[in-house]
């Protein structure tokens, strides 16, 4: 395969991403592009000089022959256009998170063992240069049986209670129906990342022990749209342990994780912002002041595109080598599965009264 065609559904928000990595690489045209938005359909195409635009994306299949889909949106719309690519034979990129449910996803995975489809989730942090690397580092003496990922933002008032108030002022009422789903539920949209960084350092889940609760609430009553912090401990099959730990009170936002083994440990902070991603690597009881730092640059090159900063162009790379060469993505559904099937044992986890 010379060339790999891709069609691209979306083109806004966190699509310009994958333009961007997908621009990079000389061994892919961006054949079509799909958006309901028109405007923004022509500019995005204008700029990375795709010549075929649509609306709809079934004609859009119909009409182009592409050997690989990418479908960046939210994913309470995901479903039907899933669906829909895989009957049709075609790989698949999608963005995190895979579904809105474990089962979402398992039949997602299934449609594509039965069509020969390649899947693959946008859980990039996997593919961050300083993970991969302090993951190398830490496996080549042993196994990592004690791993933590920590991901917190600074939300106070949160995406939710905007909402509420924007409707509220505009005399509408509320309904479950009409909220949107990356208000919902934080865990499932956001904080996932974590939980995948967990899975892919620790292994497969055996059991999770979980907290989750309002912290600063401004109510007595608990309100399951607000929760704000999720906390976890994991029990690997390894024998291994994981801790997840993510609030959104935080005093900003903040991305890091560690890996433990037999007399090594690795400590990264992974942002994605140049000049900050590290890892410090400690070996052998040495000195805290004489461990390695790692930094991201030494990886990527001081003048690499914002993209390869946490490991957005990586996994874009990953996906396209995988169809050139037939091979199996890292993260397909059938993996992702996993990740949302941790998810949902997370939410059946003690939950803790408002904290004023």
Excluded at 52 to 77: G, N
Excluded at 195 to 224: C, N, R, T
Aim: hydrophobic share 35%; proline share 4%; net charge neutral.
């Amino acid at each position: 395969m010379d060339k790999v065609k891709v069609g691209m559904i979306g083109a806004g928000g966190r699509a310009q991403t994958h333009y961007s990595s997908l621009a990079e690489m000389k061994d892919v045209k961006m054949a079509a592009i799909c958006d309901l938005n028109e405007e923004r359909t022509k500019s995005t195409a204008e700029k990375y000089g795709i010549k075929e635009r649509f609306t709809d994306y079934k004609l859009m299949l119909e009409k182009v022959d592409l050997d690989a889909v990418y479908a960046i949106m939210d994913p309470s719309y995901l479903d039907p256009i899933v669906t829909h690519c895989l009957k049709q034979g075609k790989n698949i990129f999608i963005e995190k998170p895979p579904g809105i449910s474990p089962e979402q996803t398992r039949k997602w995975a299934e449609l594509a063992q039965k069509n020969d489809c390649k899947t693959i989730v946008g859980f990039q942090r996997r593919f961050h240069p300083i993970a991969v690397e302090a993951k190398r580092r830490v496996e080549e003496r042993n196994r990592i049986l004690y791993c933590m990922a920590a991901f917190h933002k600074h939300q106070l008032l949160t995406a939710f209670r905007s909402w509420v108030m924007t409707v509220q002022r505009k005399g509408g009422q509320l309904s479950p129906d009409y909220m949107p789903s990356r208000t919902t539920n934080q865990l499932l949209t956001d904080i996932i990342h974590a939980v995948d960084l967990l899975l892919w350092m620790g292994g497969d889940v055996k059991k999770i022990h979980s907290l989750f609760g309002q912290l600063y609430a401004d109510h007595e009553y608990f309100d399951p749209l607000h929760v704000n912090f999720w906390s976890a401990a994991f029990e690997f099959k390894s024998g291994g342990v994981g801790f997840l730990s993510s609030n959104r009170t935080a005093g900003g936002r903040a991305l890091y994780f560690e890996m433990h083994g037999k007399g090594i440990s690795a400590y990264g902070n992974i942002p994605g912002l140049p000049g900050i991603d590290n890892c410090l690597i400690q070996k052998d009881d040495e000195p805290y002041e004489k461990a390695e730092v790692i930094k991201n640059e030494q990886l990527i090159g001081i003048n690499a595109p914002r993209t390869h900063l946490d490991g957005s162009f990586q996994v874009n790379r990953h996906f396209i080598d995988c169809i050139k060469e037939d091979g199996t993505p890292q993260i397909n559904f059938e993996e992702a599965v996993k990740t949302m099937e941790v998810i949902s044992e997370i939410l059946l986890g003690r939950r803790l009264p408002p904290v004023f």
